[in-house]
């Protein structure tokens, strides 16, 4: 079953941000005004440690020429261990899909509010348009209008969220969708390789795998200096591909390490790719799932589409028994995919506090 909440939710009212943006209030409505720890430090006063980093980039062309292969699959599994996220290039998606894809989700975004408010995100779920992870009348709120929707399998979509417009909406959903599930295979037996595994041993554990999409759309902010576009999270997911929109070329995404916020700097073309929590209970904390966040800027708006590719909810989990041993004791528990599905999805963004359900602290 796709996880939803079975409880009633009382979440207040949401204002759209699109909408906020147009009416210019004089100030930031509070819902959305960060406590001051949480606030976002603006470019100018980013430390310059965290300006000179860059979260590696993997040239898949290069893993598949036997010359590179090693190099590149060593680069990967750093990435993993060391940032939780790298940029792909070279990942043999047709540009102009991923042009297509950002095309008509900013087409989408730009329609009369009325017209998306037919595909409501109901309170305490997670797919359709509003905002998501909202479970109380006094959380703070993201600067951000999110559209999800569950792709595979088929049994997770709920057809009446589905958009008719534009008109090609649906079908560039479905066939970048099949693009993006081919790639996440392709990056989980690399994944596997740089860890020493069988190259299939995640297409095998994961059954038929479940797919969601998620497309952000972040106004620009008059005080980015008082809100967070989206707040810090890892992700539930084995996978995340992100894709970020080409025409807003704001920066907005970032990541903690070592805790600094670094921003992740657009390469034309690339994905960013992150580990999810499911990766990181597999790989006994090898490769980590890294808290992000993403920021608004004061004149720039900002998409991103965003895929997350975890397991089917059948599956029941735990780190692999190759990669545990005396110096590396087992730090999380059995548990099934599914119940820690739901358990994602009913509780709000919080850093990585969503993967203390899998945690055994006893070592
Ligand atoms: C920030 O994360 C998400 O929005 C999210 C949601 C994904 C989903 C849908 C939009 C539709 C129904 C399925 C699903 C829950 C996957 C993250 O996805 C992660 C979280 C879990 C758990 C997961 O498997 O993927
Ligand atoms: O918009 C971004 O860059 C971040 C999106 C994200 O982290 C998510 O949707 O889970
Ligand atoms: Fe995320």
Redesign the pocket.
């Known amino acids: 079953m ?2 939803v909440p079975s409880f009633p939710v009382k979440v207040g009212h949401i204002d759209d941000v699109q909408e906020l943006k147009k009416i210019k209030p004089s100030s930031i409505p509070e819902r959305f005004v960060r406590d001051m720890i949480e606030r976002p430090k603006l470019a100018t006063v980013t430390t310059p440690s965290s300006c000179s980093l860059n979260i590696p980039v993997v040239d898949l062309s290069r893993i598949s020429n036997s010359q590179d292969f090693h190099n590149e699959i060593m680069k990967l599994s750093t990435s993993c261990e060391e940032w939780g996220f790298f940029q792909v290039i070279n990942h043999g998606i047709d540009l102009d899909l991923l042009e297509k894809m950002e095309k008509i989700a900013m087409e989408f975004f730009m329609l009369p509010l009325e017209e998306k408010q037919k595909y409501p995100m109901a309170p305490g779920t ?2 359709g348009y509003g905002q ?1 992870f909202v479970f109380s009348e006094d959380q703070k709120l993201d600067w951000c209008n999110m559209f ?3 792709v595979e399998p088929h049994f ?1 979509r709920n057809p009446k969220l589905w958009p008719t417009k534009p008109l090609d909406f649906s079908e560039t959903v479905d066939i970048y969708s099949r693009e993006i599930r081919k790639l996440c295979k392709k990056l989980l037996k690399y994944i596997a390789m740089s860890l020493g595994l069988n190259d299939d041993i995640f297409e095998e554990m994961f059954g038929v795998a ?1 797919q ?1 999409v ?1 497309m952000n759309y972040y106004p620009a902010c008059p005080r980015p200096d008082l809100v967070l576009g989206l707040s810090p ?1 890892s ?3 084995a996978l995340t591909v992100l894709q970020q929109g080409k025409c807003s070329s704001s920066v907005g995404l970032q990541i903690l390490k070592d805790n600094v916020w670094v921003p992740v700097q657009p390469i034309p073309n690339a994905l960013v790719i992150n580990i ?1 929590d499911t990766i990181e209970v597999l790989t006994n904390g090898r490769y980590k799932s890294v808290e992000h966040r993403a920021v608004t800027h004061q004149e720039k708006d900002r998409l991103s589409i965003v895929t ?1 590719y ?1 397991p089917s909810y059948e599956i029941e989990l735990g780190p692999l028994e190759e990669l545990v041993d005396e110096n590396n004791p087992c730090k999380y528990k059995r548990y099934n995919h599914g119940e ?2 739901m358990h ?2 009913t509780n709000k ?1 919080q850093g990585k506090k969503t993967l203390e359900f899998a945690k055994i602290y006893d070592n």
Do not use: E
């Open positions: 796709a996880p997670v797919q998501a999800a929707l569950g997770i479940v969601a998620r999270h992700d539930g997911s999810g997350f975890a820690y599905s994602y999805v963004l």
